[in-house]
């Protein structure tokens, strides 16, 4: 990877402080772009991250908290970016909620948060940053998920909003070209649930369904991410799985 292919391009990630967010940072700030990093709650792990790679090229990578939930705001992670930056080319939709929502179980507060998160914000956030996309040829990428295509049980409010997901890339893709490029990718078990949801048996189970047999690594996200925006400049409207073969062999 050459390490100038993204140099002076600006890219927002969300969700980005920690996991396959921070794993994107790193592998787009590498290949030279600046970063603006939105995150939640996780404080220490953006400020972490923002001086882990700003020791590595001086002022490259600025941070910015917000909820996603909060649609009135997501114009403004745009707007700062384009003032931190003087520009934006690359918005990453990686910021999510994930957990159960069974039938018999599901909230409104449910169907808000899963659905504001996984579906609601990334719409937003590329209606608010499509003109600059467009400005730079741009491109965005969204983080689906395989269950999207094929529900995760007991998950029922999570698979339909990465559902829509999926079905909002490929839209997007059609609204927002030739300019802006837009793509998805689809993670398998790359890393588990931090609440503790699966346990080991279920671990084993979902291992057991990959074709390589073992989980695989946020790195394997960050450089398909990467191949969508520096080095596929003739896809749009495509998802790729990350997943081991799982999507195969559910």
């Not at 140099?7 to 790193?26: D, E, F």
């Not at 939105?38 to 790679?53: G, I, M, P, V, W």
């Not at 999510?96 to 956030?125: C, M, R, Y």
């Amino acid at each position: 990877m050459s390490n100038a292919l993204l140099a002076g391009k600006a890219a927002l990630i969300t969700g980005g402080a920690k996991r396959v967010g921070a794993a994107v940072a790193r592998r787009l700030h590498a290949a030279g772009a600046n970063l603006v990093v939105h995150y939640k709650t996780s404080h220490r792990e953006a400020h972490a991250l923002q001086d882990e790679l700003n020791a590595i090229r001086e002022k490259s990578v600025s941070l910015v908290q917000a909820d996603l939930l909060d649609i009135a705001g997501l114009s403004e992670l745009v707007k700062t970016t384009v003032s931190v930056c003087g520009r934006l080319d690359i918005l990453i939709n990686n910021a999510s909620t994930f957990h159960a929502s069974p039938i018999g179980e599901i909230t409104e507060q449910h169907w808000e948060d899963l659905v504001g998160s996984n579906l609601k914000a990334p719409l937003f956030l590329a209606q608010a940053a499509a003109p600059y996309l467009r400005r730079s040829a741009g491109s965005i990428v969204n983080i689906t998920d395989i269950h999207a295509d094929r529900p995760l049980k007991s998950y029922v409010v999570y698979s339909v909003a990465k559902a829509g997901l999926v079905g909002l890339t490929k839209s997007l893709a059609r609204e927002l070209g030739p300019e802006v490029r837009v793509n998805g990718v689809a993670p398998g078990p790359i890393l588990w649930p931090d609440d503790g949801s699966f346990d080991a048996v279920t671990r084993q189970r979902v291992i057991s369904h990959t074709l390589l047999k073992r989980v695989g690594d946020p790195d394997d996200i960050a450089r398909t991410v990467y191949f969508l925006v520096a080095d596929a400049p003739y896809v749009t409207g495509q998802i790729i799985a990350v997943d081991g073969g799982r999507s195969v062999n559910l």
